[in-house]
């Protein structure tokens, strides 16, 4: 589509010199903010956050010879670096990483690590162009035709709260489950990714045994390898299926951060609960929304809102049904899903400022 008079101003815009020149500097911020995206990958792929983390200030030519990297190169990301506040220029051409970026950049076993997110973001523009003639065509874009950036960064955004709080806070919260887990349940993780999350349950209940579900071919084969890493092959498998497709009898279905993903998220809900064993449960994690726009006008939201435009609404819309829940549907909208799967009970068990914790059961 081409820009045409329907698409032109019906009348001329008003506004003032300030306002208009408060906005240009706002948007010239944004700019340097999706630039910086990349400076963050580059500084986590080679090792330049954890060689200035926790350590006195640097010169470019330090850093270059602690990472083995070049310095003129160097110099300059952390000019870059400096001018978006990730670091701290303390004159002389010595730079300093404050606390702050370098746990969250860094501490990959903190609930405050965002460098997932980075390689996330930027692996995501790498389909602007196709994601650009879906919005023309209404064509989705499977999770699987992604750049393999998204994948690994999506199992790095997540792991750290799956790490933090899975354990910790949402399964004791749902009703009777740690007690079965501890004795010996049998669990199915459904859209599973990597299997930072079905790894992290089975090593903390070595009585159970659990089943990872992806569609994902290349995902199921990652997951399979940190199984055997982790020596969690005798308790943990993993099978490539849609969640339509999952068949056996569990006494926990587990959907983390995926089920706005599917095309058909009722269909999925039915089918899983027909595999719930008597008093089973499903746990469905989901990304924190309020239930209007509204309630989402915020930095969490914003960065939701535009992580389902390139691959949440494109991924649902690739399947069957292509409902497009997004990533930021609410707990009504989710209510209103399991209520169409014939499942009744619904309850928010836990929240964390990134993801919401319901309880599901038929």
Not at 76 to 83: D, I, N, P, R, Y
Not at 88 to 103: K, Y
Not at 115 to 139: K, P, Y
Request: hydrophobic share 45%.
């Amino acid at each position: 589509m081409t820009t045409t008079e329907a698409t032109q101003p019906s009348a001329p815009l008003e506004t003032t010199e300030e306002d208009l020149m408060a906005f240009v500097h706002r948007a010239v911020g944004d700019v340097g903010a999706v630039l910086n995206g990349a400076m963050v990958v580059i500084g986590d792929r080679l090792g330049l956050y954890r060689a200035m983390a926790g350590r006195p200030a640097m010169t470019a030519d330090d850093l270059a010879r602690a990472t083995g990297t070049d310095e003129r190169y160097v110099r300059e990301w952390l000019s870059a670096q400096a001018a978006a506040g990730y670091v701290v220029h303390e004159g002389d051409g010595r730079f300093r990483l404050p606390a702050e970026p370098a746990i969250a950049l860094t501490d990959e076993s903190s609930p405050a690590c965002v460098v997932g997110a980075f390689e996330l973001a930027v692996a995501s523009l790498q389909a602007t162009d196709r994601i650009t003639e879906g919005f023309r065509t209404g064509a989705g874009l499977p999770w699987g035709d992604h750049h393999h950036d998204v994948h690994e960064g999506c199992e790095r955004f997540f792991r750290p709260g799956y790490l933090n709080n899975l354990v910790s806070t949402w399964l004791p919260a749902l009703d009777g489950v740690v007690d079965a887990l501890t004795t010996g349940a049998r669990v199915a993780d459904v859209g599973c990714g990597h299997g930072a999350s079905t790894i992290t349950m089975a090593k903390a209940f070595p009585q159970s045994t659990f089943v990872g579900f992806d569609v994902h071919a290349d995902s199921i084969d990652a997951a399979r390898e940190r199984a055997a890493d982790a020596r969690l092959t005798d308790r943990v498998t993993f099978e490539v299926a849609t969640a339509k497709e999952v068949t056996g009898r569990f006494d926990l279905v587990c959907f983390f951060d995926c089920l706005h993903d599917m095309g058909d998220p009722v269909g999925a809900l039915r089918n899983v609960a027909g595999t719930l064993a008597e008093g089973g449960t499903i746990m469905l994690v989901e990304p924190m929304a309020g239930d209007s726009i509204d309630e989402n006008i915020n930095p969490v939201g914003a960065a939701y809102y535009a992580f389902s435009t390139l691959l949440c609404t494109p991924s649902s819309r690739s399947q069957e049904v292509g409902a497009a829940l997004g990533a930021q549907a609410g707990e009504a909208r989710l209510r209103e899903t399991a209520a169409d799967a014939g499942i009744t009970q619904v309850r928010r068990v836990a929240e964390t400022p990134f993801n919401m914790v319901l309880e599901l059961r038929p």
